[in-house]
Each structure stands twice: as structure tokens, then as C-alpha cells.
């Protein structure tokens, strides 16, 4: 994993894990600019996206009343489990959540699961491809989840002003929580901040978790001997398989959360 004529030390290896393949490296824009895309995260969450929609399309093409397959009955034991969270928690009326929530708590945890591949497993042959750098986390690179973030963010405006008006979602933030004219700047402040708040933290959150735990897997990799590594990695990947699961779920849940609060009409 070192240049041509380096010799491959601990940091070198940690660095060389923890950079994108980005077009910066690869000379399509100046380096470090503000418009290098990270190849590696886009390439891996796409291609993650169209596994879940074909397994999940195969899966109810060949659905049968009779008695399901493992993969079904996982499928709609899924589906049910999603359903019963929007159901507790969402409280408007809105086709679009449901399946969005599914689509949000399938794809992230696929997407973490990747955290479980071997750290050289895919980087060390698309090296030998010319390919210099590979990270295949797409939830530890931060671009990724704040883009999830936004889209979420997004959605929650279309429908605060959807629902309430451009007039009441404008009054939400004026006159709250203070109903008084002279607390309006105070309470543009307070309720814009916390609008803000919401996909930064959301999207946050999940980098943090992924990143701290690839981190820890390529620490394992660098500073241990081959023969080793499985004593530091098995039970890290065993506890990481808790981690990968919940950072799917509360990212669902939130959502699901910030959308409801979308759809509350205060007067």
C-alpha cells in the first residue's frame, strides 16, 4: 500500500486506508478542491442502492400466499417492523413515509455492513488494478450522510409548507415558543438554529459511528501482526454488528420524527 520505493509503516498503511478516491487524486480538478468527488462513496452506495431495489423487487415478483421462503419471510418480517415503527410514530397521513423509512433503514445498514469486509479484502486487488485508493464505507464518509441529511431536511420543509402554508410555517418560526412580537427575533433565532440543527446532527451522527469504527478495524490491521488480527477484529465485528444496526435504525426513526413534526399543524 506504499508509493513505489517507501517502505510501508503503520501511519502510512492508517492514511492510505482513511483517503477517498477522489478526482482530485486522480487529476480531474485541482488539489483539495471544494468540487473533488469521491468516487470510491458514490460508486458503493449506488451500487448497494440497486442490490436492495433488485433484491427487494425479486422478493415480491415471486411473493406467494402459500408457505413463504426464508428470504420472504425475512423481507416481510422487515416490512412489518418498519411499519409498526411509522405507525407509533408518525402521526399525519402520508403514503411516501413508510416506504421511505424502509428504504432509509435497509440501504444504511447495507452500507454499514461494509464496515464488516475485510480491510484489504477490496483495496489490496484494486490496487493492483491501478486503482490507488478504495474505501468501500459509504457511511463513513461524511459527504454521504449530510447528503442523506439533506435530503431528509429537504422533505421536512416541502411539507412544513405544504401542510401549514408558506404564511404558517413562516409564523411557526416567528412566534415560537415566545407569541409575542418583540420575542420575534429571539424566536427566529432559537427555531432556525434548531431547524439547522437537525440534518447536521442526523447526518453527523452516523459519519461519527462508521468512522469510528473503521478506524478501529484499520488500527487492528496496522498495529497487530496477521496472525493476530482475528483476536482484535472477531469480537470488535461482532459488537460492530450491534452498532451498524442501530445507527440504521435511530437515522430511520429520527426521520421518521422530523417528518412527523412536518406535518403537525400548530396554531
Not at 431547524?195 to 459519519?207: D, E, N, Q, T, V
Not at 484499520?218 to 488480527?229: G, N
Amino acid at each position: 500500500m506504499a508509493a513505489p520505493g517507501e517502505a510501508l509503516t503503520p501511519s502510512s498503511y492508517i492514511s492510505h486506508h482513511l483517503t477517498n478516491l477522489s478526482t482530485d487524486k486522480l487529476g480531474l480538478v485541482g488539489d483539495g478542491s471544494f468540487w473533488s468527488v469521491h468516487i470510491d462513496s458514490l460508486f458503493f452506495s449506488v451500487l448497494i442502492g440497486f442490490g436492495f431495489l433488485w433484491l427487494f423487487r425479486s422478493v415480491a415478483k415471486k411473493a406467494t400466499t402459500g408457505v413463504p421462503g426464508k428470504l420472504q419471510c425475512f423481507v416481510e418480517m422487515l416490512v412489518e417492523f418498519v411499519d409498526e415503527n411509522v405507525r407509533e410514530t408518525f402521526h399525519g397521513k402520508n403514503p411516501l413515509i413508510a416506504p421511505l423509512a424502509l428504504t432509509i433503514f435497509v440501504w444504511i445498514f447495507l452500507m454499514n455492513t461494509m464496515d464488516l469486509v475485510p480491510i484489504d479484502f477490496i483495496p489490496y486487488p484494486a490496487e493492483l488494478l491501478g486503482i490507488p485508493y478504495m474505501k468501500v464505507v459509504p457511511t463513513a464518509d461524511v459527504n454521504i450522510t449530510l447528503a442523506m441529511a439533506l435530503g431528509v431536511f429537504f422533505l421536512m420543509i416541502y411539507y412544513s409548507i405544504k401542510v401549514k402554508g408558506i404564511g404558517g410555517f413562516a409564523k411557526e418560526l416567528a412566534l415560537h415558543p415566545f407569541n409575542h412580537p418583540i420575542m420575534i427575533p429571539f424566536n427566529l433565532l432559537l427555531e432556525v438554529v434548531s431547524l439547522l440543527a437537525k440534518p447536521i446532527s442526523l447526518g453527523m451522527r452516523l459519519f461519527g459511528n462508521m468512522f469510528a469504527g473503521e478506524v478501529v478495524f484499520i488500527l487492528i490491521a496496522a498495529l497487530l501482526p496477521w496472525w493476530a488480527q482475528w483476536l482484535g477484529s472477531l469480537p470488535w465485528a461482532i459488537f460492530h454488528i450491534l452498532v451498524i444496526t442501530i445507527q440504521a435504525f435511530v437515522f430511520m426513526m429520527l426521520t421518521i420524527v422530523y417528518l412527523s413534526q412536518a406535518h403537525e399543524d400548530s396554531h
